[in-house]
């Protein structure tokens, strides 16, 4: 069993059309949360980081963490087609920090105009 | 600031020859990082360093060698290429404090 598990899709939605990604993952030592956000042919950027639980928001982007349930979920609102992309969820433990990462498969979205 | 740049682009390789991919960062990153990327495996950590002169092994690091004599450079070495190494390679750094790691653009990799 993968420690990070991400549904990879893909998953194609209308714009405008509220989106929710997830990740489960089985590691409870985890404490730092990232959503990062990879165009086609491009490098991953950092989207949404969240320490431990509860919810950050940036604009139509929210994340949230359930650590109780070791649950994971990233909301994008008002979607736009400049949303296509592969989100990937990635955790690190406390000792390790960001220098490693653990990932999700990734989610392929597609809004469609 | 070119932030992390990776080199080269795309790369053809034949079974058993070797090649070194390039990383550099100029943003004084102690942290970097080497990842492969495969279709529906996402980004699986292969060695990362700590600092010049320190590295460590990540989730899958056989096959592959890395040293960093400085700051700024990070190399990936294949000694023996084989077809299971055929995938997008991507290096990242970062620093303690930091919340992220910065991604370089990738180096495509197809090992016939």
């Known amino acids: 069993q993968k420690e990070v598990e991400q549904d990879p899709g893909p998953l194609s939605v209308p714009e405008g059309a509220i989106v929710s990604l997830n990740c489960t993952y089985s590691?409870?030592?985890?404490?730092?949360f990232m959503w990062y956000r990879q165009y086609s042919r491009k490098g991953p950027e950092l989207l949404m980081y969240?320490?431990?639980?509860g919810n950050k928001e940036d604009g139509r982007f929210t994340a949230q963490v359930d650590k109780s349930s070791k649950y994971i979920s990233l909301f994008i609102r008002d979607s736009q087609p400049s949303d296509s992309a592969t989100y990937l969820c990635?955790?690190?433990?406390?000792?390790?920090?960001?220098?490693?990462?653990?990932f999700g498969q990734g989610t392929r979205l597609t809004i469609n105009p | 600031n070119a932030g992390v740049t990776q080199t080269p682009k795309f790369q053809v390789l034949k079974t058993g020859q070797s090649m070194t991919l390039q990383c550099a960062q100029d943003?004084?990153?102690?942290?970097m990082s080497w990842y492969r990327q495969d279709p529906g495996m996402g980004l699986r950590l292969i060695h990362y360093?700590?600092?010049?002169?320190?590295?460590d092994q990540g989730e899958v690091p056989n096959g592959y060698n890395v040293s960093r004599s400085t700051t700024e450079d990070f190399p990936l070495r294949l000694l023996s290429a084989a077809p299971s190494q055929t995938s997008v390679y991507f290096c990242?750094?970062?620093?303690?404090?930091?919340?992220?790691?910065?991604f370089g653009p990738g180096t495509r990799l197809l090992v016939l």
């Open positions: 990242a750094s970062s620093s303690p404090g930091l919340e992220t790691q910065y």
């Open positions: 590691n409870s030592a985890f404490q730092y």
């Open positions: 969240t320490y431990s639980s």
């Open positions: 990635a955790m690190s433990s406390a000792i390790q920090g960001a220098q490693k990462l653990v």
């Open positions: 943003m004084n990153h102690e942290y």
């Open positions: 360093s700590v600092g010049a002169g320190i590295t």
